[in-house]
């Protein structure tokens, strides 16, 4: 257990109302990412963060926003839902595994539906 | 990223061995062959990992072959609580990313 929490669980949304997803760690871990994963896409990075201010694009990171202010805690923003983002979203830490390459942790995932 | 092959679905009995293969013929010298799981309705979850010798943990064993253009992941008795989906990926040295893929669907018959 990597100490992720994801907040909320489970997220019921209008078309073009604005949503925040949030990703909390316990163990001060440098890297942290945002997936989604759809029926038939399998898991697709949405953005990730290397530090506190510090993020990238991933895959798929249109319609998406993120912001990382402290090490503990990332966000994941949606400015104006649209239902092609009802998904399962889930957050990861990453852990260097001891040699030359880290292990990612996942944190339960959050449930949104976008009407 | 170097691309794997993983068959769609398996079948297995509980408490039997279990070989999910995995193909990666475009690896390269400094990919690391990843596996994660995923258990209905959670996150995926790391199983194991290895360069280029064969690894075993606590999940489960790792073999990699000798020219390193496959690999099996091996549940030693499969339990029901073993029923996911398998994922086989390769991450290079010092990458920060993981690239999915579809992944095994594993199904464990009682």
């Known amino acids: 257990d990597a100490g992720i929490t994801q907040s909320p669980r489970h997220k019921v949304t209008e078309t073009g109302t604005p949503v925040t997803l949030r990703c909390h760690q316990t163990?001060?871990?440098?890297?942290m990412y945002w997936y989604r994963q759809d029926p038939g896409h399998g898991l697709r990075l949405i953005h990730y963060s290397y530090g506190v201010k510090d993020t990238d694009k991933g895959e798929v990171s249109d319609g998406y926003s993120v912001s990382r202010s402290k090490t503990e805690d990332f966000l994941l923003t949606l400015e104006s839902a649209t239902s092609s983002q009802t998904s399962v979203y889930f957050c990861?830490?990453?852990?260097?595994?001891?040699?030359?390459?880290?292990?990612?942790?996942f944190g339960p995932g959050t449930r949104l539906t976008v009407l | 990223d170097a691309k794997t092959t993983q068959p769609n679905s398996m079948e297995s009995n509980e408490e039997e061995p279990v070989h999910l293969p995995c193909n990666h013929s475009?690896?390269?010298?400094?990919?690391?062959i990843h596996w994660y799981r995923q258990l209905p309705s959670q996150g995926p979850e790391y199983v194991i990992h290895?360069?280029?010798s064969n690894v075993n943990n606590r999940m489960a064993s790792l073999a990699i072959a000798e020219d390193r253009k496959s690999s099996t992941l091996i549940l030693h008795r499969a339990t029901l609580r073993d029923a996911a989906v398998y994922y086989c990926?390769?991450?290079?040295?010092?990458?920060?990313?993981?690239?999915f893929g579809q992944g095994t669907r594993l199904t464990i018959n009682p």
């Open positions: 990861a830490i990453s852990v260097r595994a001891g040699d030359y390459t880290d292990t990612q942790y």
């Open positions: 290895g360069l280029t």
């Open positions: 163990e001060n871990h440098r890297y």
């Open positions: 990926i390769l991450v290079a040295q010092g990458a920060q990313k993981l690239v």
């Open positions: 475009t690896i390269s010298g400094t990919d690391y």
